[in-house]
């Protein structure tokens, strides 16, 4: 799901100059429901859904330009993939992932926008490194008409 105010926020022009981190929540214990009107990191209440777990830290996204598909009339919004290095126990879990900007020099969950939720069943952790991989369509496209 694209987060509303994302869609009319980001421009081609702006994309690849983002500073876009990636979370995960946790797959067993969250209980946020994405509402396509929330516009904060906050608004997912990270103390409750975010993992935590060891060698967990939310991730730098590296953003690539966006790419015209001229048979589809639309703007690919394309990243590279994530990995979260030893990441968790065998008693953890990962589940659905969010991306957002950081707005400011530094993390605040109050200011920072989010992107896009994508929803992902749960993956038992077991130390070794997790990895997002966004699909080859971005994260999202922009028809033109």
Not at 10 to 37: K, N
Request: charged share 15%.
């Amino acid at each position: 799901m694209i987060y509303k105010d994302a869609l009319a926020r980001y421009t081609r022009a702006d994309w690849a100059g983002l500073t876009v981190y990636c979370m995960l929540l946790d797959g067993a214990a969250s209980t946020y429901s994405p509402i396509v009107t929330h516009q904060f990191v906050d608004d997912v209440t990270p103390g409750s859904n975010e993992l935590a777990c060891t060698g967990y830290a939310r991730q730098a996204v590296t953003l690539s330009a966006p790419t015209w598909d001229s048979g589809a009339d639309k703007w690919r919004f394309l990243a590279g993939s994530v990995t979260f290095p030893s990441l968790g126990t065998g008693a953890d879990q990962a589940g659905d992932v969010l991306f957002y900007e950081q707005v400011g020099a530094s993390p605040d969950d109050s200011v920072d926008l989010l992107i896009a939720h994508f929803a992902k069943s749960a993956v038992t952790l077991d130390g070794t490194d997790f990895t997002v991989t966004v699909d080859a369509a971005g994260i999202y496209t922009v028809y033109e008409v």
